[in-house]
């Protein structure tokens, strides 16, 4: 039996559901507080799932899922790891003073800006910090280490420059502060020579010191064919001794820090700046400082007939027509790389391709937002995911501007209890959405899968497609694995003789990237070094293969990681042609029956009682930003409520 795309997997986990805490029949009363299921451990000491067998939940459900949004204080945000006051250092005349209600804080005024340093705490690999006094808490991806101390400031074209600097080590974090627009860029390396064997190539601060010194960034406005241009970077390697290929990333989210501040992550890993990949990033068409309209995931134009028929492959050729015309050093092939939104930019840019694109990563795509990916799962909408997506990033504009993020002020962190309490989605409308939002304001105009979902599904325009191509995603990505799915599915029928490959790990939405903090753990389970070896051994190589001609192995057509026995597989197709498909049938007493067996009489029923005002929560600790370890996490507290009805298989046996 292999796993469906989206959908219930193996386990059957629910894909619709409401944010819920620890709640069993009662929406308002704690229910059982159940501990996981006991994971096993091999010879060798590895946890693995328990043993198993097919669990089918059946209910009326709503599904959950808030971005972690970084959120834009009402002064500008500095994180400042120091356990006491007394850890601050004043050099730099500023005035630094003890928040007057909230402990633990402190303000720092520069000129006249204010700038808020705050205590942080570490939490599961995350660091946590406020984002102003109102007591609403952000949440910020960073390296867990030791207090840091304030020592300098300085101020070069509107941004200020706070470094701070760690006892007894080589290490320092420099955090550079957008006054204009209460914009958070943070970053901290430590100081390594050129060829230091000792350089992390999976780090980002160890990656983000090496661009700094290896590395000169130019910003263009970059005009496309109906005349609107568009914000772009490139960093160039210094050494002009030989060409180096392109490589592209265009984003919707902002690809700030602008003028002449470098970008705290600006590839992937090392590897490509070791390399001496030339790397350009790219505000697309209407977000941030590119000037234009923003239509999201804005349909693809197949018969272009004049220069204001414009879409995210049309830009994508015209931004490689005009660096191949005005950035030196290159060796005329260019690849092109994106996550989440940015993969389907990279979908789209594949599509109609510039002849210089040799390779195209497309990662975690957005694929068809109503039939799987983030917005919808099969359909049913993705409440507090897009509540909270919608708000947080999708603000409207009215001229370039550097993008800033911003988190709604729940007042809970308990998201069950926050959307139960708003009611129908008027009420949520009424009272997220208080100025226009075309991302939510659109969803609400569209309940069905009418024309303007219709058109912006990218699997109808995959066609005729000459890169390369590898799609990339995780098991266990709570946005995009539908679209990471189909969308290698739909490249390998429709554009036969390409080189299209799958690989799928066990990551969590974007995470191959990383391989710090939380991002190869889920639960109970461990699956560190995934990332690395992906980076490493799988990324690296396909875009060497094609870029420089640099003899790799072949790839396989799917790397695919196993979780059942913790281990990568390489496979000839997709789904495995040795892959045997087994349906199952609803039966009597609970019972998951093999579709051979003798089907109970068509006059049996089950039924359960739905109650919209206690919906069946899709977690145990529903937190906002919700809880990502969803995916494995013990379902005992929903299969117990008796609005939910639950079929077992027997045992699963190898075959």
């Known amino acids: ?30 229910g059982l507080k159940l501990g996981p299921a006991t994971p096993e451990k091999d010879g060798k000491g590895t946890i693995r799932p328990p043993s198993s067998s097919v669990r089918v939940g059946m209910s009326k459900m709503r599904n959950p899922k808030i971005r972690s949004l970084a959120a834009a204080g009402l002064g500008l945000l500095v994180v400042l790891l120091s356990p006491s006051p007394s ?52 949440v910020w991806n960073a390296v867990e280490g030791e207090p840091y101390r304030f020592t300098t400031t300085s101020e070069r074209n509107g941004v200020f420059f706070l470094t701070f600097e760690q006892d007894d080590s080589g290490a320092y974090s420099r955090y550079h502060v957008v006054n204009e627009k209460t914009r958070l860029d943070t970053r901290a390396y430590k100081l390594r020579g050129f060829n230091d064997p000792e350089a992390d190539p999976y780090s980002r601060s160890d990656r983000l010191g090496y661009i700094e010194r290896q590395y000169q960034k130019s910003q263009h406005l970059v005009p496309m064919r109906d005349g609107v241009r568009l914000m772009t970077h490139v960093y160039s390697p210094l050494d002009t001794s030989e060409t180096h290929p ?18 705290a992550s600006v590839l992937p890993s090392l590897f490509f700046a070791k390399a001496g990949y030339i ?21 693809y134009i197949a018969d272009k007939k004049t220069p204001s028929d414009v879409d995210e492959s049309s830009d994508a050729y015209d931004t490689v027509e005009w660096l191949l015309a005005n950035v030196p050093n290159h060796n005329g092939r260019v690849g092109v790389w994106g996550s989440s939104y940015p993969g389907f930019t990279a979908a789209m840019a594949a599509i109609g391709a510039h002849p210089a694109v040799k390779a195209v990563s497309i990662q975690a795509p957005m694929g068809d937002l109503f039939l799987g990916d983030d917005g919808h799962h099969n359909g049913a909408f993705y409440l507090s995911h897009y509540a909270g997506y919608s708000y947080g990033i999708w603000v409207n504009r009215d001229e370039p501007a550097p993008f800033h993020g911003r988190s709604f002020p729940y007042g809970t962190p308990d998201g069950y209890d926050f959307f139960l309490n708003l009611g129908p989605l008027d009420n949520i409308t009424a009272a997220m959405f208080k100025e226009p939002n075309g991302i939510w304001d659109e969803a609400m105009a569209h309940e069905t899968y009418d024309s303007y979902w219709q058109s912006r599904s990218i699997y109808r325009h995959l066609l005729g497609i000459k890169p390369a191509v590898m799609v990339v995603g995780g098991w266990y990505d709570g ?111 609970g019972r998951l029956a093999s579709a051979g067996e003798s089907p109970p009489p068509r006059t049996e029923y089950d039924e359960f009682v739905s109650d919209p005002a206690k919906p069946v929560p899709y977690s145990l600790t529903p937190d906002i930003p919700y809880n990502r370890d969803y995916f494995v996490e013990d379902q005992r507290f929903a299969s117990s409520r008796p609005d939910v009805l639950v079929y077992v298989s027997e045992p699963l046996t190898e075959g």
């Not at 942080?120 to 006094?133: E, H, I, N, S």
């Not at 392109?246 to 700030?256: A, K, M, S, V």
């Not at 710090?516 to 293969?545: H, L, Q």
């Open 279 to 299: 790397l350009v990033y790219q505000d697309i068409r209407g977000r941030a400082r590119s000037e234009g309209s923003f239509d999201f995931l804005a349909p």
């Open 479 to 589: 946005e995009d694995l539908l679209g990471t799915l189909r969308t290698y599915k739909t490249i390998e029928k429709h554009n036969p003789g390409i080189q299209n490959t799958l690989t799928m790990g066990p990551w969590m939405h974007s995470a191959w990237n990383q391989t710090y903090g939380r991002n190869e753990k889920r639960g109970p389970f461990s699956y560190d070094g995934t990332s690395a070896f992906y980076m490493e051994k799988v990324e690296f190589p396909f875009f060497e293969a094609h870029l420089r001609g640099v003899a790799t192995p072949a790839p396989p057509e799917a790397l695919v990681y196993d979780t059942g026995i913790d281990a990568w597989e390489s496979y000839e197709s997709w789904p495995p042609v040795r892959a045997e498909r087994r349906k199952f049938v609803f039966s009597e007493q």
């Open 246 to 263: 392109i490589l592209i990333f265009r984003d919707p989210y902002g690809i700030e820090p602008y003028d002449d501040v470098y970008r």
């Open 87 to 138: 850890f601050l250092q004043d050099t730099s005349g500023a005035i630094v003073r003890e928040h007057p209600e909230i402990e633990g804080v402190y303000q720092v005024k520069l000129d006249e800006s204010k700038i808020i340093i705050q205590q942080v705490y570490f939490k599961d690999g995350v660091l946590r910090t406020l984002t102003d006094g109102d007591g609403t808490v952000s």
């Open 1 to 30: 039996m292999e796993p469906q795309e989206g959908g219930f997997g193996f386990h059957g986990r629910p894909h619709y559901s409401q944010n819920g805490g620890n709640r069993t029949g009662d929406a308002r009363t704690p």
